[in-house]
């Protein structure tokens, strides 16, 4: 499995950016996505997470209006669309993978989306939005 993020940059508060997480190596039908961020110091966050055949997605109450994950299965490429930016989004974010392993497992990825429940990543794309 391999996952690599791309769509980063800098960006004024109330901007969008659309960040990308090219994959390979597994079957979206199977697969469990998730969206991440992280800044030093602080426990990596789930964003977005979709769980196997996008029945459900989950998004986390700091981004619930303003971020859309999808997926465009023919393109292999999994998307967070980032709306209305603002300065606490700076982070490095993360594109993250597993196979869904039971129901527990899926009812976690799209009820908490916790970095646990993933153990494909990619390197990360750094978001910055200025003030």
């Known amino acids: 499995v391999q996952l690599v993020e791309s769509g980063g940059g800098l960006v004024q508060t109330g901007g969008s950016l659309r960040l990308s997480c090219a994959v390979s190596?597994?079957?979206?039908?199977?697969?469990?996505i998730g969206w991440f961020r992280q800044v030093p110091g602080k426990e990596r966050e789930g964003v977005a997470c979709?769980?196997?055949?996008?029945?459900?997605?989950y998004y986390s109450r700091s981004v619930k209006g303003r971020f859309t994950m999808s997926t465009d299965i023919a393109k292999s490429t999994v998307y967070l669309e980032m709306t209305n930016l603002k300065p606490d989004d700076t982070a490095v974010y993360y594109c993250?993978?597993?196979?869904?392993?039971?129901?527990?497992?899926?009812?976690?990825?799209?009820?908490?989306?916790?970095?646990?429940?993933?153990?494909?990543w990619g390197h990360g794309t750094q978001v910055t939005v200025s003030s």
């Open positions: 979709i769980s196997k055949r996008h029945e459900d997605t």
């Open positions: 993250a993978a597993d196979r869904a392993h039971d129901q527990t497992h899926s009812i976690m990825v799209v009820t908490k989306c916790p970095s646990l429940a993933f153990r494909s």
């Open positions: 190596g597994f079957t979206f039908d199977d697969y469990v």
